[in-house]
């Protein structure tokens, strides 16, 4: 009643071709109940959101709110009971809330009733208990142009280490005067590339089986130092550069070296969209190693779907059969759903625009941890660190006012007594 | 008019009027010239209109040229209003537009003129409470509504956001025609009272034929913060009963997929079109409300 | 007015502001006292695509005893208010006690979130607000001297800055002042220095934001104040004329002082506006330079973590704050209130 067929929300086309793949054969039949999605919109979603919407009938109703504000909106939208939101999709970067307000549901039982086969590097387990299902990968890793490196004679960069020598070459050669790239705007990108650099430099970022930060020794302190080398080859507005605006960056032929999101090469790759030599010169490669730690300096991240803990048993075995159906195998048959992303399901073929993300997953990255005060910590790191990288104050000044904050958060919030 | 009579009088100097005029220009360059930027680049492609290497490529455009064979594309309104159904966000917006004028104007008329009246010292009083209130963050406001509007069953649909439009701008509205209204006159109502008409048969048939240049200025304010709003319909409206703003704010991706800005800059343009019609329309309406004395202290 | 009919008269709009306005405030006062219970953890191990590892969770059955136990979460007090992201007690004594000169206090005060952010807020509210008044006085009298057939479309243009979404208005001029954009090669080209950029330093950052506020806000002062100069008292102005009042005498003995109520409700609005400041930070992805209380806001309810009580603080704050900024309004308001009755 509050939500018109899902046809209206995600792309007719897309609505059409999942409504033909299901018509012949993959015809899903989920009983009665009632399914409403949340989620982010990006295409792979929006095909799962078309995917379940075809399992719609009489007895069954399927609706989706696909937007951008939907980590706004989940928590609130779940807590009631009965649950606005019978499905939501998130990320690993974004399930610690619905678990940490116990909002969403172990899958174990729908798992043995419904998808008996579903292939373990599927499920995400807590506990031994089954909390989410995964259908895609995604990572942040290095984009180079191959022909700048060439033309000075460069390899391409193992390690930051690497990237920095490539750089400081660059530039005095004069091919190029800022070739570092990164998504360094303060709040959540600058975070997230400290997360990445810490990792790489071997860190852990709790004490263990704690929720004190552990951030402020000497690997955080050389973490900020290699963000500092590194910031020298950038763009001097880097703390205002997002993913957007780096990736405008590259595709006007800017930048060199670029640690960027594995699903947004496509864009990268595309020449229409790029500078005459910029798309068809860029090359894929894994994440960067730093110092001797043998952990790259990256994160892995999944995104999945998970069902609410407020709803019925209808709603949430209709639910599941519905995302069962809207992450089946055949989905990949589709005119250009294999390219939408790095799928988990069983008959992906990888193509070149994953590379990157298949390199980092065998590089031994560690995923992006899903602890609940994870994000508390992201949130201070993105608010102090521009201080430090503007050289107002001390690396150790810093990761002290990063832990402050983050204590005076993690209190408020009952994970510090 | 007594306007031009005194314009005679004052005789401006030549020099004064070269002044004026390219102060006027000034402006008018400052506060356009952004927005005609923004048309002109609308039919480029996104390597052009936000080029990183050469500003006069928005200007003229060289990558349309070699992608399109033209340095004009249309492919950010194609895209904005084809495939991503804006129009459907432009129905929305105009419903929103209006009810919230209307329902804003009605509230704030009536609030106003009881305020005005009434020599009471608790007006004094609504009045201060009611600028207080304005001082609260709409963004607090708005993540405390949501969890009681999924509880009752409002959340999403359009009527829940003009309620809450509508209360959230009632300060402004009301201190705006409170204003108004005390210059009107008491003796106008009070003779109509002594007439034997009751209060309200006084407002209906005195005060309402005299008001509406003040409530023209007023409902401009609202019909702008109803048609700007993020903050409000970004998260209180589903996916399909989005306004146009949360809408274009849909185009300009996430942290980890690209977006496509020329549909949002397509978007803006055809945004603020209807706009220009409409001010055009109502041009005479606009200038007179605002001419013959809406607002004063 | 008798209280009955004023009373029906103002219920349309009294239980719109007490149902939206006056009813969450309350909540949000109630929140800023109370934070959530003390979460208990345990050590569990996780699996996913990427192999499993240990990883801490919450214990649900535990923690929903604390819950159960204290449904409005557990009463804080003022805590919140006082801690490091907000007035930070703790810390701006022992900075008081440490600190050898002025100079150096403030400085250091400057690294606390609260302060940072209240630095920037009250000198965008301090600079920006006088000028936007000035300059949409100036163009209200400008225009008002033009001829009425070009008054639509000047009024028109004169409103774009004020009608453009800020959202998408401030991704266009970003890119615009971008040291490549069209406006930063202008000012480069003004200042004669090719390394300019308005994004990478502080009081640029601070200067471009205050020069957005004026020209988005300009409108509004316009309008209100070219409304008001339609009703000047013609025969004032006239008898002026005959006396000889130069044109400037005219504006500050006759026109100002119509004006005045109309300033003080532009002002009022305006400050309350600035104060609040928000959308430009975001837009020119500003946060690094320049933070404001609604920033502190917005930063709060936008992590992965909601801090719902540290959110609801702050807007108490930013209440109180307005109040103050505006008591010399509200006092004067009083006193005209009290000379009419």
């Given at each position: 009643?509050?939500?018109?067929?899902?046809?209206?929300?995600?792309?007719?086309?897309?609505?059409?071709?999942?409504?033909?793949?299901?018509?012949?054969?993959?015809?899903?039949?989920?009983?009665?109940?009632?399914?409403?999605?949340?989620g982010n919109e990006f295409p792979a979603i929006q095909t799962l959101g078309a995917g379940a919407a075809a399992c719609a009938s009489d007895s069954a109703e399927v609706t989706a709110n696909l937007t951008k504000e939907h980590k706004n909106i989940q928590v609130p939208g779940m807590t009631n009971n009965p649950a606005e939101y019978t499905v939501a999709i998130i990320s690993n970067g974004s399930i610690a809330p619905l678990m940490t307000d116990n909002l969403i549901r172990p899958l174990d039982d729908l798992i043995a009733a419904h998808a008996p086969d579903l292939p373990n590097q599927q499920k995400i387990t807590l506990d031994g208990k089954v909390m989410a299902v995964a259908f895609m990968a995604n990572a942040q890793h290095m984009v180079y142009r191959s022909d700048i490196l060439a033309e000075a004679g460069l390899e391409a960069p193992k390690s930051y280490e690497d990237v920095l020598a490539n750089a400081k070459v660059l530039r005095e050669k004069g091919i190029m005067e800022n070739p570092v790239g990164g998504a360094y705007s303060a709040g959540w990108g600058i975070g997230q590339e400290f997360n990445?650099?810490?990792?790489?430099?071997?860190?852990?970022?709790?004490?263990?089986?704690?929720?004190?930060?552990?951030?402020?020794?000497?690997?955080?302190?050389?973490?900020?130092?290699?963000?500092?080398?590194?910031?020298?080859?950038m763009n001097p507005d880097f703390l205002a550069l997002n993913n957007n605006e780096i990736s405008a960056e590259w595709?006007?032929?800017?930048?060199?070296?670029?640690?960027?999101?594995?699903?947004?090469?496509?864009?990268?790759?595309?020449?229409?969209?790029?500078?005459?030599?910029?798309?068809?010169?860029?090359?894929?490669?894994?994440?960067?190693?730093?110092?001797?730690?043998?952990?790259?300096?990256?994160?892995?991240?999944?995104?999945?779907?998970?069902?609410?803990?407020?709803?019925?048993?209808?709603?949430?075995?209709?639910?599941?059969?519905?995302?069962?159906?809207?992450?089946?195998?055949?989905?990949?048959?589709?005119?250009?759903?294999?390219?939408?992303?790095?799928?988990?399901?069983?008959?992906?073929?990888?193509?070149?625009?994953?590379?990157?993300?298949?390199?980092?997953?065998?590089?031994?990255?560690?995923?992006?941890?899903?602890?609940?005060?994870?994000?508390?910590?992201?949130?201070?790191?993105?608010?102090?660190?521009?201080?430090?990288?503007?050289?107002?104050?001390?690396?150790?000044?810093?990761?002290?006012?990063?832990?402050?904050?983050?204590?005076?958060?993690?209190?408020?919030?009952?994970?510090?007594? | 008019m007594s306007e031009t009579a005194v314009s005679q009088a004052q005789s401006r100097s030549f020099i004064l009027n070269i002044v004026i005029w390219i102060f006027v220009a000034f402006w008018l360059i400052l506060a356009a010239f952004p927005f005609?930027?923004?048309?002109?680049?609308?039919?480029?492609?996104?390597?052009?209109?936000?080029?990183?290497?050469?500003?006069?490529?928005?200007?003229?455009?060289?990558?349309?040229?070699?992608?399109?064979?033209?340095?004009?594309?249309?492919?950010?309104?194609?895209?904005?209003?084809?495939?991503?159904?804006f129009w459907r966000a432009v129905l929305n917006t105009s419903i929103v537009c209006f009810c919230v004028v209307c329902i804003s104007l009605t509230f704030g008329t009536l609030g106003g003129y009881a305020l005005s009246r009434s020599g009471f010292r608790y007006t004094f009083w609504l009045l201060m409470i009611a600028l207080i209130f304005r001082a609260m963050p709409p963004i607090t406001l708005v993540s405390g509504y949501l969890q009681p509007f999924f509880a009752w069953n409002v959340w999403g649909i359009l009527p829940t956001s003009i309620i809450v439009l509508v209360a959230i701008n009632q300060p402004f509205t009301l201190w705006m025609l409170h204003s108004f209204f005390t210059k009107i006159p008491m003796d106008l109502d009070e003779s109509a009272k002594v007439d034997g008409c009751t209060q309200f048969q006084a407002f209906r048939y005195v005060i309402i034929p005299v008001m509406w240049p003040g409530v023209i200025t007023t409902g401009l304010f609202s019909f702008l913060l109803a048609y700007n709003d993020f903050a409000v319909t970004a998260m209180l409206l589903a996916k399909e009963n989005q306004t146009m703003v949360p809408k274009i704010a849909g185009f300009l991706g996430t942290t980890q997929t690209e977006g496509n800005v020329m549909f949002a800059v397509a978007a803006v343009v055809s945004a603020t079109a209807p706009l220009f019609v409409l001010v055009l329309f109502f041009q005479r309406q606009i200038v007179s409300g605002l001419t013959a004395g809406a607002v004063k202290g | 007015m008798k209280h009955k009919t004023f009373f029906w008269f103002f219920l349309p709009t009294g239980l719109a502001m007490l149902l939206f306005i006056f009813l969450p405030i309350v909540s949000v006062i109630s929140q800023s006292?109370?934070?959530?219970?003390?979460?208990?953890?345990?050590?569990?191990?996780?699996?996913?695509?990427?192999?499993?590892?240990?990883?801490?969770?919450?214990?649900?059955?535990?923690?929903?005893?604390?819950?159960?136990?204290?449904?409005?979460?557990?009463?804080?007090?003022?805590?919140?208010?006082?801690?490091?992201?907000?007035?930070?007690?703790?810390?701006?004594?022992?900075?008081?006690?440490?600190?050898?000169?002025?100079?150096?206090?403030?400085?250091?005060?400057?690294?606390?979130?609260?302060?940072?952010?209240?630095?920037?807020?009250?000198?965008?509210?301090?600079?920006?607000?006088?000028?936007?008044?000035?300059?949409?006085?100036?163009?209200?009298?400008?225009?008002?001297?033009?001829?009425?057939?070009?008054?639509?479309?000047?009024?028109?243009?004169?409103?774009?800055?004020?009608?453009?979404?800020?959202?998408?208005?401030?991704?266009?001029?970003?890119?615009?002042?971008d040291a490549r954009g069209v406006v930063g090669s202008f000012i480069q080209w003004v200042f004669n220095d090719p390394t300019l950029s308005l994004k990478a330093s502080t009081p640029l950052t601070w200067i471009t934001l205050?020069?957005?506020?004026?020209?988005?806000?300009?409108?509004?002062?316009?309008?209100?104040?070219?409304?008001?100069?339609?009703?000047?008292?013609?025969?004032?102005?006239?008898?002026?004329?005959?006396d000889g009042a130069s044109r400037w005498q005219?504006?500050?003995?006759?026109?100002?002082?119509?004006?005045?109520?109309?300033?003080?409700?532009?002002?009022?609005?305006?400050?309350?506006?600035?104060?609040?400041?928000?959308?430009?930070?975001?837009?020119?992805?500003?946060?690094?330079?320049?933070?404001?209380?609604?920033?502190?806001?917005?930063?709060?309810?936008?992590?992965?973590?909601?801090?719902?009580?540290?959110?609801?603080?702050?807007?108490?704050?930013?209440?109180?704050?307005?109040?103050?900024?505006?008591?010399?309004?509200?006092?004067?308001?009083?006193?005209?209130?009290?000379?009419?009755?």
């Open positions: 009643m509050k939500h018109l067929k899902i046809a209206l929300l995600s792309g007719v086309a897309a609505f059409a071709l999942a409504s033909t793949a299901y018509a012949d054969g993959h015809a899903c039949d989920i009983g009665e109940g009632r399914v409403s999605i949340i990445n650099m810490f990792i790489g430099h071997g860190g852990e970022f709790f004490k263990a089986g704690t929720a004190e930060a552990n951030i402020n020794n000497e690997k955080g302190v050389a973490t900020l130092e290699m963000m500092k080398a590194l910031s020298e080859y595709k006007a032929g800017n930048v060199a070296m670029l640690q960027m999101w594995g699903s947004r090469t496509p864009a990268l790759l595309d020449p229409e969209g790029s500078v005459e030599g910029v798309a068809e010169n860029t090359a894929l490669t894994g994440p960067m190693m730093v110092g001797d730690s043998g952990t790259p300096a990256t994160t892995l991240w999944w995104d999945g779907w998970t069902i609410a803990s407020n709803v019925s048993d209808a709603d949430a075995e209709a639910s599941f059969k519905a995302m069962m159906a809207s992450i089946d195998p055949s989905i990949l048959e589709q005119e250009g759903v294999n390219e939408q992303a790095v799928w988990l399901i069983e008959g992906y073929e990888p193509t070149n625009l994953s590379e990157g993300v298949f390199q980092t997953i065998k590089s031994g990255a560690t995923p992006y941890p899903t602890l609940p005060y994870i994000g508390l910590l992201h949130t201070a790191l993105g608010a102090e660190l521009p201080d430090f990288m503007q050289g107002k104050e001390s690396a150790e000044q810093t990761l002290a006012d990063v832990e402050a904050a983050y204590t005076a958060a993690a209190k408020e919030a009952g994970f510090l007594q | 005609i930027w923004t048309l002109w680049g609308s039919f480029k492609v996104e390597l052009d209109f936000f080029s990183l290497q050469d500003w006069t490529n928005a200007l003229f455009g060289p990558q349309t040229q070699a992608v399109h064979g033209s340095p004009f594309t249309g492919e950010g309104y194609h895209g904005a209003w084809v495939q991503e159904e | 006292l109370h934070v959530p219970v003390d979460a208990v953890l345990v050590t569990v191990e996780e699996c996913g695509p990427f192999g499993c590892k240990p990883s801490t969770t919450i214990d649900q059955e535990a923690t929903q005893l604390l819950r159960d136990a204290n449904p409005l979460g557990q009463w804080a007090g003022l805590e919140i208010y006082f801690d490091r992201s907000h007035l930070a007690v703790a810390e701006v004594g022992e900075l008081w006690r440490n600190s050898e000169s002025w100079g150096a206090f403030f400085n250091r005060l400057g690294n606390l979130p609260f302060y940072r952010a209240m630095a920037f807020t009250l000198t965008y509210t301090f600079v920006a607000t006088p000028l936007l008044i000035i300059f949409g006085l100036m163009i209200a009298l400008a225009v008002n001297t033009l001829s009425s057939w070009i008054k639509g479309l000047v009024i028109f243009f004169s409103l774009l800055p004020f009608i453009v979404t800020p959202l998408v208005g401030s991704l266009i001029l970003f890119w615009m002042i205050i020069v957005y506020g004026i020209w988005h806000s300009a409108p509004f002062a316009f309008v209100i104040f070219y409304a008001g100069l339609q009703t000047l008292p013609q025969d004032t102005l006239e008898s002026a004329v005959i005219r504006i500050r003995y006759v026109v100002i002082p119509h004006l005045t109520p109309l300033v003080t409700f532009v002002a009022l609005i305006q400050l309350m506006d600035n104060f609040r400041v928000f959308e430009p930070i975001v837009g020119f992805n500003a946060e690094a330079h320049a933070t404001s209380l609604s920033w502190i806001i917005y930063n709060d309810l936008s992590g992965e973590q909601r801090l719902l009580t540290s959110a609801a603080s702050t807007s108490v704050l930013t209440i109180l704050c307005v109040a103050i900024l505006l008591s010399p309004v509200l006092v004067r308001t009083w006193r005209d209130f009290n000379g009419k009755t």
